[in-house]
C-alpha cells in the first residue's frame, strides 16, 4: 500500500478518508514490522500487518477522522490517535497466580549467579505494571523490556517497545533470563510464531512463563476494514466476495461429532488458520509435555493450570541447551 500526502478536490467521503487513514497506518505497521524482523524474512508478514491495522482501527474512531488528520503535518496525532490506549497491566501478584510460581524468587536465583543484571521481558505488557514493579523492586540488578502493539503510558522504567508477539526485534536472540506472557497470547494472530519467537529469545538456563490463551480475536478488530482490504490484498472484487469465498476449513481432528463441522469465513477464517495448527503444535511437543525443541536448542515445559479465565494454562518452559 502507498501512502502520499493527500489532496482531495471535494470535501472527502466518510469512506475516502477510512481509505486513507488506512493507507497511512499500514505504511506505518508496515515500517515498524520491518524494523522488529532486520534481514528475517517472515512468511505471514502481510497478514501480521493487516491484523496490526485491523485491531488499531477502531470503528467507532474512524467515524471522528476529519480532513485535517490526513495531512502530512497531522500524522503524528493521527498515529496517537490510534496507538494510545488504557489497557491496565497486571501486578506481581496476578502474574504469580497465573504462573504457578514466585517469580520475584526465580529472579532471586538469577541474580545469586552473580552474571550481572537480570533481563526481563513480558510480551502484551499493557501499561507494564508487572515490570515497573520488578524494576523498583530489583532497580540497576534488572533490565525490564516490554512489548505491545499499543502504547498504553508504559513507565519510563520499562524499556518499551511498539510491536507484536510474532515479531520480536532481531537482536532480542539469546537475550532474556526470563519470558512472561499473560491474557495476552489469546489476542495474538498466530500464536504459534508468538511462543516460538520467546523460544528464541530466552537465554541458556532461562525461563519463560507463557499462557496459551484461548482463541479471542481482538474486542476492536475491524471486520468491515479488514475485509476492504484483505480484497485489494488477494484480488477479491468485493468484500461481498471475501465473506463468501474466503475460507478455512477446520481441521478433522478437532470435529468431535459430525454436527460441529464448520466452515469459517471472512474474518473468522482469517483469524483461525493459525489457531487449530498452534493447537496441534502443542499436542506435538509430546502428550506429557515434557520436550520441546527449536533447531538445536532444548526446554524442557511443564503445564499449569490456572485460575484465569483468560488465561486456563500456563507453559512452564526452561532452556537447558
Known sequence: MRTETPTFEKQPTPEELENKTAEIMYEFFNK?????????????????NLYWTCIALDAEKLKNIGPD????ANRDTLKNLFLKKDYIGAPVDSYNKIAGQNLAAIIEQFLQQDTGAVHIADLGCGSGTFLDEMKNMYRDDVECFGVDPFDS???????????????LPEDWDEKFDMITCFEASMYFLDKQRALQEALRAVKPGGKIFYGTG??????????????????????????KEVSEKYTYEMPKIFVKEKEYERTFRGSDAFYTQYYFPYL?????????????????????????????????????IERIK
Open 69 to 72: 488528520l490526513v495531512q502530512t
Open 32 to 48: 515498524r514490522l520491518e524494523q522488529l524482523a532486520g534481514k528475517r524474512e517472515i512468511p505471514n508478514f502481510k497478514e501480521l
Open 153 to 167: 503510558n508504559v513507565p519510563d522504567t520499562v524499556n518499551f517497545g511498539l510491536g507484536l508477539a510474532e515479531v
Open 280 to 316: 496441534q503444535y502443542l499436542e506435538s511437543i509430546d502428550k506429557e509435555r515434557t520436550a520441546l525443541t527449536l533447531d538445536t536448542r532444548e526446554f524442557t515445559v511443564q503445564r499449569h493450570d490456572t485460575p484465569d479465565m483468560w488465561c486456563p494454562e500456563t507453559l512452564q
Open 214 to 239: 484461548a482463541n479471542n480475536i481482538a474486542k476492536n478488530f475491524n471486520k468491515n476494514l479488514f475485509e476492504k482490504l484483505l480484497a485489494a490484498q488477494k484480488g477479491f472484487s468485493s468484500q
